[in-house]
């Protein structure tokens, strides 16, 4: 498996940062293995964290009353999980469980918010990023509430 | 004197309107509210068909729906409908029960044409119940598995429990087919992907530069589904949907199919993306 330096340069989330930038990014990452069921973070735990799934499959989770534990999204291989480091009250605003047997690298988001405040432009580089997993999310959430696949809005006239 | 033009070699519109019975020889429930029915004809003489095309099933007595052929286009035996029961026609079909006889007229409308797909990749998106029409065209390759390239289906549904032909699916996997599901939400026993169906593009194994793609599901998820695939460089000439109207005499007559310029029931229900790449996106068209 290649190292956290290696792998970086490849990842489109972090495509277009110069080498020292990475340096600077790999030195605040870890990898980490998950068994099946293992949680990387829980809602509402201080979001110091955010990871990219190298291997396997991770949950993305929240609770209801009613509902019960409910999979809003899944990412697999090249994902990225968490965005709630970069944006105050820096508080995990989801559960995520390993899907199954998984790899992960987590970054240290606290760690990178500290270099994140003395230097803008990897703020506003990094900021660039989160933001595109946001809406990519968002969008996701958007559709879903269309309920696309035959809500009660369907009708004889339409049934293919 | 100006020459009238040579008449097309359609059925005449009497019997064009006058649907064939057919007997309900089975039925299979596929999900809470979707089920399959296999019909013979009384008259002993099969329906045949393309992959795509449409017939109007008649519950007698409560009207006519316009439902896709799901079954097998080459092979003997039951013509085979999978529909949703959303409505009171297609309510009406959900209770009939072995040796009911109903009314289909057709088929109607354009097809696939998967054949265009030859030597080249294949892809399948399927949005819920639209799995059911590409069912044909997927069973079309998979017995010409060595004419086409690699062939992937992308599929997504509601929640797992709403996932059409999923004892299939594993068997298609088998005969070399790449299967991609996808469901909106899932409950912790889920083991399987959460998501849009468009997040699963990026990561199947095809050529966009060699690709034919067809898709199928509601409209907004075709639209997006059709923007992924442009954008991971399919040609949207490439790239055909199947659209749904509100079909009523499925000859081009009525009206009430009418896409501006089209008739979803002669010109469609397939019809290539780049044809109606703007239609998709407008309102009250």
Not at chain 1, 101 to 126: I, N, P
Not at chain 2, 118 to 123: A, F, L, M
Request: glycine share 12%.
């Amino acid at each position: 498996m290649r190292t956290i330096e290696q792998y970086l340069p490849d990842h489109p989330f972090f495509e277009g940062l110069d080498a020292p930038t990475l340096a600077l990014i790999a030195g605040c990452a870890t990898n980490i293995s998950l068994a099946a069921g293992e949680y990387l973070c829980h809602e509402g735990d201080a979001a110091d964290h955010f990871f990219v799934v190298r291997r396997g499959r991770v949950a993305i989770e929240v609770h209801g009353p009613a509902a019960g534990t409910l999979v809003l999204d899944t990412a697999d291989e090249g994902d990225v999980v968490g965005w709630s480091w970069l944006v105050p009250p820096y508080v995990s605003t989801f559960d995520a469980r390993a899907a199954e047997a998984s790899g992960v690298v987590a970054f240290d988001g606290a760690c990178l918010r500290g270099k994140c405040d003395t230097d803008a432009h990897l703020g506003y580089e990094l900021m660039k990023r989160v933001t595109q997993v946001m809406n990519g999310r968002l969008v996701a959430a958007q559709m879903r509430l269309l309920d696309l696949y035959g809500g009660p809005g369907a009708t004889d006239a339409s049934p293919r | 004197m100006p020459r009238l033009a040579e008449p097309t070699a359609v059925q005449p519109v009497e019997s064009a309107m006058v649907p064939r019975l057919f007997r309900l020889v089975d039925r299979r429930q596929d999900t809470a509210d979707t089920f399959t029915i296999m019909l013979e004809p009384n008259d002993g003489v099969p329906l045949a068909f393309i992959p795509g095309q449409f017939t109007m099933l008649s519950a007698f007595g409560v009207g006519e729906v316009p439902i896709s052929v799901s079954g097998d286009a080459h092979v003997a035996g039951p013509l085979q409908h999978t529909v949703r029961d959303v409505g009171a026609v297609t309510h009406a079909l959900a209770r009939t029960a072995v040796g009911d006889v109903m009314g289909v007229r057709g088929p109607y409308g354009t097809g696939w044409d998967v054949a265009d797909g030859h030597s080249r990749d294949v892809v399948f998106v399927g949005g819920g119940i639209g799995l059911a029409p590409l069912r044909p065209a997927v069973l079309e390759v998979l017995a010409h598995r060595e004419d086409f390239g690699r062939v992937v289906l992308m599929y997504g549904a509601r929640s797992p429990e709403e996932l059409l032909f999923v004892d299939e699916l594993k068997q298609w996997e088998d005969q070399g087919m790449e299967v991609l599901v996808t469901v909106d939400y899932g409950r912790e026993s889920w083991q399987g992907r959460v998501g849009l169906v468009t997040k699963l593009i990026p990561r199947a194994g095809f050529d966009p530069r060699s690709t034919l793609a067809l898709i199928c599901g509601p409209e907004v998820m075709m639209r997006h589904t059709a923007l992924a695939l442009v954008g991971r460089g399919v040609r949207s000439s490439r790239i055909r949907v199947s659209l749904e109207r509100n079909m009523r005499c499925g000859v081009g007559l009525c009206g009430h199919c009418q896409y501006r310029e089209l008739f979803v029931c002669v010109d469609g229900p397939v019809l290539p993306y780049a044809q109606v790449t703007g239609l998709l996106g407008l309102r009250e068209v």
